[in-house]
């Protein structure tokens, strides 16, 4: 009773042996001290003393009440909101699910999301107009049961971020559904039922735990929205191909390691997004797709087909990201996508087209690779057109390895460096390529074709060494007359006559074994051929030898043939019997090589030189004009004239003279011409030996034959002196102008010999000098080898033959800057100023004058 008393304001019960205190206390409003220490309390515990005095009463009162109106009613509670923030109490938390349920419009929407609901609420359950249910971040949310059949007339069902390991297996009662949304859940498989809601129209089952889809989702017929990001799934089933009506599917950021080739059927797919998976390449016909935008960034694809946009996939593309892969080059039908398309490329090695185009924009790109397929297939035509075989694929990223077929004799450093100009071409800046596609052919054709001269020409350059040598050492010995031998061919520039090697195929390609001809048997030429040959970057092989014979053009024509050819001699030996078998006459297969092998240079340098001569003649002839004409020239001429005819009146009397000797000879050949007649006529008629002297007819014959060759011999030659006398007196009789006219002609035909000469020997240490070839000095260049060896030694003032040789060419130009003098001497022997060239110079001039007389 103590909480009756209305005064009491301080109350000490410190020290006692209480367990507790009367409940009363509570009620005691003026109740201002209380003191219990020291006590055995246990109700209330002495922990609630020290929260204070109010705090104490609160508690007596509130066991007092318990004492006397029982325990209160248990408080319920709800958390809602994000991370479970908020918490109210259960039944104000059913009161706003009834005023949600009662707010459901038309539309038949009812959003019940971050509610923390654990099961659907029953009020739910009885709604006849519910089309749309939103059942979103629900964490805790159970449908252990399966959905109830109430459910079944939902169209749309959103269960997003509701962390659900699995789902009912009567998801087959939503025969309406056309949305049904997983997205952020921890499904790890879908119920094989999912398969028979045919009415879906959009599936999202992004960031689970799927490792595999059901097969036979390609019942799904209405499907046009598929998401599938952020799962573990390594295949796509191959009937996802017969989803006619999909649209937009989303498959990244899954473990995707290829992509089905039923994929390419989706003719409707509008959007395709395999980006953040393991792809290595793209299915064979996504040219086919319509898809205007598509993403296959952050995978592994190393490789885009050439062709990809070159069909439907290139008209419909609007966005294309490719970002993030192994890519070296993009697509060479790259240019044909639309203008406005928008291209994400970036972090790719790329070399075709450079990285840092990308900046430029899409509209440079599309330039750059327009360009390229345009060089390319350019290159491609040529490069057949020159019948090189190549692979396409071997141009992009980068150019290697291009040449395979039809390289001929062209080097591993001639096929890098041509690689490098043709990616310099098709892959590099285009704006900076030195050279067309058009003249990188015509360059590699030209090295090819400079390869093979020279692998030739090394060829056939041994092959002649070994000739020269076996020829100086007398290696004839071993190979004689019946294998080798010196012989001619009209195969001059003219068709004139040339030194050639007649050479036996027996002897070129098979070697001879010891027998009684060749005691110490004979290697073939081919082998001498091979240890005389410089290093060559491919080996030497018969066809290698057929082939420089056979294929070898000089400037004039070929330079070899084979031919059935006889030979002086007979090697030729019976294998069976070791004998020789000595054909008379012995005719075999050859080989003709002509001594002179000519290259281009040295044909355009012959050329070049006689040009020279023939330039030098004409100035020495408008000099001789010019000398002519003056007056020390014409008295020159005068006595030149006045000299020749006074020789040639001596001439014609010493040709009288022996005229009259040939004559008188002839009538004495005659007299015992006829005399021989009548002795043979004395024989036939059988008359006696003395009258005759002849014992056969023979001998009649033969001395009658000696006689009739002594008479025609004599007349021969009266003729002739005739004939000289005739000429000489015709000249004696010629008009001064004419006279004057033929000294002229021996006069330029003397100084152009001369003229000849001297340049001949200024050519001939140019050529010492560089160490060239002269093959028409001489027949087959023998004069200049003449030559050649007087001048290999040093002269005799000691100073090298370099200097020597430069020594004399100054003397030679300081003689000719003194100017000519024209003089008649030696002009008697012409014999001793006869030149090809001057030949040539002369009948040229006749030729022009005869040109103009007419």
Known sequence: QLGSLPRLRRLDLSVNRLSSLPFSLGLCSSLGFLNASENPLTDPPLDEFSKGLQHVQWYCRSRLAIEQRGMPPEMRYHTIGVLEQVTILKPEFDRIVEQMVAAVGKDGLLNLQLLGLRKIPLSVLKMKNLRKLKLDYNEHLQIQRGFPHELSSLSLLSLKSCKMTSLPENMSIFTKMTTLVLDDNRLEQLPEEIVDMTTLVSLDVARNRLYSLPDEVENLTNLKNLNLESNYLEYLPTG???????????????RLVDLPAELCDLRGLARLNVEKNKLRCLPSGTARLGVSDLRIGHNRIEW?????????????????????????????????????????????????????????????????????????????????????????????????????????????????????????????????????????????????????????????????????????????????????????????????????WVVSLHCLLRASAPSTLLPAGRPSLFSLIQQALPPLAFPFTVDLLKDSLRLYQSPYGPVAQ????????????????????????????????????????????????????????????????????????????GLEVTRRKKQMKEEVALRREMLQGQTLRLKKAN??????????????????????????????????????????????????????????????????AKAVQLCAADLLQKYCCLTYRANLTKYRRLALEQGLQRHWDGPDGADYQAWWSLHTATSEQGSSLMEDLQQRQQDEQDNEEDGPEFSWDETDHMHRFQCYLVDRYLRDKRSMFAFLNN
């Open 304 to 500: 885009l087909p050439d062709g990809l946009f070159a069909s439907q996939l290139g008209r419909s593309l609007r966005r294309l990201s490719l970002c993030e892969n192994n890519l070296l080059q993009l697509p060479g039908s790259t240019h044909l996508l639309a203008a406005d398309c928008f291209l994400e490329a970036d972090y790719n090695p790329l070399l075709s087209p450079p990285s840092y185009m990308l900046a430029d924009g899409f509209r440079v790109i599309q330039n750059y690779m327009q360009i390229r397929e345009q060089r390319r297939t350019t290159f491609l035509e040529l490069m057949a057109e020159e019948d090189f075989q190549l692979d396409p694929q071997s141009l992009v990223p980068a150019a290697t390895e291009v040449l395979q077929e039809g390289t001929g004799f062209l080097t591993p450093d001639d096929l890098a460096e041509f690689d490098q100009a043709v990616d310099e071409l098709i892959n590099g800046e285009f704006f900076k390529c030195p050279a067309s596609a058009a003249e990188l052919v015509a360059a590699v054709v030209r090295l090819r074709d400079l390869r093979e001269r020279e692998i030739y020409l090394a060829v056939l350059h041994a092959f002649l060494a070994v000739l020269t040598q076996l020829a100086r050492d007398k290696g004839k010995k071993s190979f004689g007359e019946g294998s080798v031998f010196e012989a001619t061919r009209p195969w001059g520039r003219q068709g004139e006559p040339c030194g050639v």
């Open 562 to 637: 084979t031919e059935e050819v006889e030979f002086p001699a007979c090697d030729c030996i019976d294998e069976v019997k070791n004998r020789p078998r000595r054909h008379k006459p012995c005719v075999k297969a050859a080989v003709v090589l002509a001594k002179s092998v000519y290259v281009e240079e040295e044909a355009a340098r012959r050329e070049q030189e006689e040009a020279e001569y023939l330039q030098r003649f004409a100035e020495v002839d408008d000099e001789l004009v010019v000398w002519l004409d003056s007056s020390e020239g014409r008295k020159c001429a």
């Open 240 to 254: 996802i191909g017969k989803l006619a009506a999909l649209t937009a599917l989303d498959v990244s950021k899954n």
């Open 671 to 736: 007299e015992e011409h006829g005399k021989l007649l009548l002795r043979r006529t004395a024989y036939e008629n059988a008359e006696p030996f003395e009258v005759h002297g002849y014992r056969t007819l023979s001998e009649a014959v033969k001395e009658l034959s000696v006689a009739e060759g002594r008479v025609l011999l004599l007349r021969e030659r009266i003729q002739t002196l005739k004939e000289s006398i005739e000429g000489l007196q015709r000249q004696i009789g010629l008009e001064h």
